[in-house]
């Protein structure tokens, strides 16, 4: 390898040019392995399994105009409607869904005399066809019985909805709260004082705002609780996936039966709620994305002018050395290891620099502490840059001519 | 050493067609030092470039240390030019981003040559044109003589079967061109064989044998001995 010498003469001849691209470098490198860091993180959030399944599912949620006399009652008849719709495989009503703006959530004690709570997790209150119209799949335990279930009504206090005796809770909410034990059989609390006992485990089941400060994204209980359609829930609909649109008008107009003071709040399918849901992520990921290959650019740029510069300034130096013997290879190779040399000089600077935009952003923004995966991702993208970007130039070199050597002055 | 047979070498320019060499036959044997005179534009560089394998000539035969050149690739012509050609040229051509030692070691790394062998090839070349206690300098911290002495040590180290030397003492004054040419009839003296271009007919009379090239074409002067020049009688002919 020819490194030495090329090495001595970047250090003696071209300290400030090689300094700038070097600089150059380690800047578009940290700032490629935050970016890319960032952009790991809101893919993952994007991704994040709700527990459902949101293919086949969609979501109508009513608000009643005025005093409703008989709530349960018109949700009984909601619910047979949407049923009796062709395409529905079933339909069931909850309190709340994943990607809702709103969120139900309750402290959960172990014993009743515990001050601090052992979790936080969210109330899904649901009705017998629950678990299976969204798609909840049991690991342990059981399903709700039918004399298990109540029925919800506000105007008796809030409190109310916890006089069940029973509850389901997701993997993940087990295992913080009864580590290495089958939680069913087991007694949780309410808050302080109502005790319920856990009849079944399921898989997950996300919270409807995802993950938050005091819980995990998948820390959720259910209620066998019908909730009626008053209190800002929703009716999620079963169907096949390509049914899903022309289903949601039927379940409209089916639902805005005239003389009933309603109106229809929101109508979606579940992928619907989950785009608008992760919409911030998505605008955030593709406007770093932008930034960062911008920045490559005007590296690229930077180091094909920098090298186009030193292959005319050398031309003569080129034409000598393909005299002395150079083949065309080792010409071109010269060019390639001086900018292996500038871009591994950057990359270096550039880690340390990328630690440093990290500590400010946490600083600053919150943001966790930067993974080093993101880091060769960021050497190995300047690497490949920089390489790309040095092979015009460096064949332009390979193709100087020797009789340069003897024939210009 | 080197054979050239009916060798000619135009240049086509959209407008001009040079004819540099015609038909040009010349024959330089092992050992010898050879002047190639000739005036301006009358292609002793054409010549000494298809000589040294920098240019392919159009037609004719070349035949270098016993080996035909004709048809080879770029490659294979560089890897000749490493093994076989050292070259002096009229403005040093040192690389000025390097020490000399860095400038001598250039050929050599190009042929791949150990990390050792290079050191010692080095060191006695740069000894040999008295410059081995400049080792670390730059060449633009030499004097003129002193760079080409440089160059010599770099045409040098690799063991050139041949020697090629475009005007080698045209940037210098006569005092270092003197010292430059009592370096070349020592390594001369010691076996090198050595072309060497000049318009200066000096120095061309302190050659073995003089080239005229007139218009493309050699004619041979055979240079007779002459009291006062050593180059000749000091050297046994190989032929
Ligand atoms: N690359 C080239 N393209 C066109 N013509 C050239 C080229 N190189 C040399 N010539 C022409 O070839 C002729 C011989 O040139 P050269 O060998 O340099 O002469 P000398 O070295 O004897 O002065 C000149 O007429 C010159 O103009
Ligand atoms: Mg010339």
Redesign the pocket.
């Known amino acids: 390898m020819t490194i030495a010498p090329i090495l001595r003469s970047l250090l003696a001849r071209h300290k400030t040019a090689g300094s700038l691209v070097i600089v150059e470098i380690a800047l578009t490198c940290a700032i490629v392995a935050n970016a890319v860091f960032l952009i790991g993180e809101r893919l993952q959030r994007i991704q994040t399994d709700s527990g459902v399944a949101e293919r086949e599912l969609s979501r109508v949620q009513l608000a009643g105009v005025g005093n409703q006399d008989d709530p349960h009652g018109q949700t009984r008849e909601d619910l047979a409607a949407l049923r009796a719709i062709p395409g529905v495989d079933s339909v069931t009503i909850t309190n709340q869904v994943p990607f809702g703006s709103s969120s139900w959530n309750s402290s959960l004690h172990l014993d009743p005399d515990q001050s601090e709570p052992a979790a936080h997790a969210a109330l899904y209150l649901g009705d017998a066809d629950f678990l299976d119209t969204v798609g909840l799949r049991l690991v342990a335990g059981r399903d709700f019985r039918d004399g298990e279930f109540l029925d919800y009504h506000p105007e008796e206090g809030w409190q109310q909805m916890l006089e069940v005796d029973t509850v389901i809770i997701t993997r993940a909410l087990a295992e913080r709260l009864f580590p290495g034990d089958s939680a069913v059989g087991e007694v949780l609390y309410f808050g302080e004082e109502t005790p319920v006992r856990v009849v079944g485990v399921i898989e997950g089941l996300m919270r409807p705002t995802g993950d938050s400060a005091d819980a995990p994204g998948h820390h959720s209980v259910l209620l066998p609780v019908r909730t009626p359609y008053t209190i800002g829930g929703s009716y999620v609909l079963r169907t096949a996936p390509s049914d899903r649109e022309r289903v949601l008008g039927d379940a409209t107009e089916a639902l805005s039966r005239p003389g009933a003071s309603r109106v229809v709040l929101e109508q979606e399918t579940f992928e619907e709620l989950r785009a608008e849901f992760f919409h911030a992520d998505r605008a955030m990921g593709w406007l770093l994305l932008i930034v960062c290959g911008a920045l490559l650019i005007v590296t690229a740029l930077g180091i094909v002018g920098l090298a186009s510069f030193w292959v005319q300034q050398r031309t003569r130096q080129i034409g000598v050395r393909r005299a002395l013997g150079a083949t065309r290879g080792q010409i071109a190779r010269h060019f390639q290891v001086e900018n292996l040399i500038l871009t591994s000089a950057g990359i270096v600077l550039g880690m340390g620099l990328a630690y440093a935009i990290n500590a400010w952003l946490m600083q600053r923004y919150e943001l966790p502490r930067l993974s080093w995966i993101a880091l060769p991702f960021g050497a190995v993208t300047l690497w490949a840059l920089g390489q790309l970007s040095v092979l015009g130039p460096a064949r332009r070199a390979a193709a100087i001519p020797p009789a340069v050597a003897t024939?210009s002055v | 050493m080197l054979h050239m047979r009916t060798i000619s070498k135009i240049?086509r320019?959209e407008l001009v067609e040079?004819h540099?060499l015609r038909e040009l036959d010349l024959h330089v044997r092992e050992g010898e030092f050879v002047a190639v005179t000739?005036p301006?534009?009358?292609?002793?560089?054409?010549f000494l470039n298809i000589a040294g394998l920098l240019e392919e000539f159009t037609s004719g035969e070349y035949e270098l240390d016993g080996e035909s050149v004709r048809g080879l690739s770029d490659d294979a012509r560089s890897r000749l030019r490493n093994r076989k050609i050292g070259f002096i040229f009229q403005s040093f051509n040192l690389i000025s981003d390097l020490s000399l030692f860095d400038n001598v070691d250039v050929p050599l790394r190009y042929r791949g040559m150990k990390t050792a062998e290079r050191r010692r090839r080095i060191g006695d070349a740069l000894e040999r044109v008295g410059l081995a206690s400049r080792m670390g300098h730059y060449p633009s911290e030499l004097s003129g003589g002193q760079q080409q002495r440089a160059a010599i040590a770099r045409a040098l180290a690799g063991s050139p079967k041949l020697l090629l030397a475009d005007e080698p003492t045209g940037n210098l004054d006569s005092q270092m061109a003197r010292g430059v040419l009592e370096l070349l009839e020592e390594l001369h003296a010691s076996g090198a064989t050595i072309v060497m271009v000049t318009h200066d007919p000096e120095l061309a009379a302190r050659a073995q044998r003089n080239i005229h090239?007139v218009d493309g074409q050699a004619t041979d002067v055979e240079a007779l001995p002459r009291p006062g020049h050593g180059g000749l009688a000091a050297t046994p002919s190989r032929i």
Do not use: V
Not at chain 2, 40 to 46: I, Q
């Open positions: 024939r | 240049y320019t040079t540099a000739g301006s534009g009358s292609g002793k560089t054409t090239i």
